[in-house]
């Protein structure tokens, strides 16, 4: 009788050891397939003037825009009841706003996880160019990229993204 206990004993710890051995492994690959990037989170460019841009953007294209430019509403793939936002912003060329690039335009990207993203790229010896700043509607921080151009990295949240254009009176453009 002790055989059979010590026998089935030993058989579920063998199978309890490899299942966490797996659970490490698959968990060590899954850190290793982190979301980055999600999709475009904003579209930022210099411009002579941007108060006629956004005018003939809204005369041209329908853009429905506001003193900020024009705020892209659209449905996320992972769950269609939920809207996601992108922003679309024409800049004054004197801008320093995308400093210390000398670039023309700057993309900010939607992501999952800024913090878990920041300090992977910190490791990756990517270059960060500010601190976390947060806002109700999400965590922002910038980074370079190798040729030089500023890139903002954006956690969304979208709920209170949402709420403040509601809040600001601004339509988005569907």
Avoid at 14 to 36: E, I
Avoid at 72 to 91: I, L, M, N, V
Avoid at 112 to 132: K, P, R, Y
């Amino acid at each position: 009788m002790k055989k059979i206990i010590l026998t089935a004993l030993a058989i579920v710890i063998s199978f309890g050891l490899g299942f966490a051995f797996n659970h490490l492994l698959v968990s060590k690959a899954a850190g290793d397939k982190m979301k980055r990037a999600t999709g475009i989170g904003g579209i930022f460019f210099k411009c002579k003037d941007p108060g006629k841009m956004r005018e003939w953007y809204k005369v041209h294209l329908g853009l429905s825009t506001n003193n900020y430019g024009s705020v892209f509403e659209w449905k996320q793939a992972a769950d269609a009841t939920k809207k996601g936002f992108t922003q679309w912003s024409p800049f004054k060329e004197t801008t320093k706003y995308f400093a210390p690039s000398t670039k023309e335009f700057m993309i900010n990207y939607r992501v999952a996880d800024l913090t878990a993203l920041v300090a992977q790229l910190q490791t990756e010896g990517v270059t960060i160019t500010d601190t976390f700043e947060t806002a109700s509607y999400g965590k922002f921080v910038h980074i370079m990229d190798i040729e030089g151009n500023k890139i903002e990295l954006w956690e969304p949240n979208d709920i209170e993204y949402e709420k403040m254009g509601v809040q600001m009176g601004m339509e988005t453009t569907k």
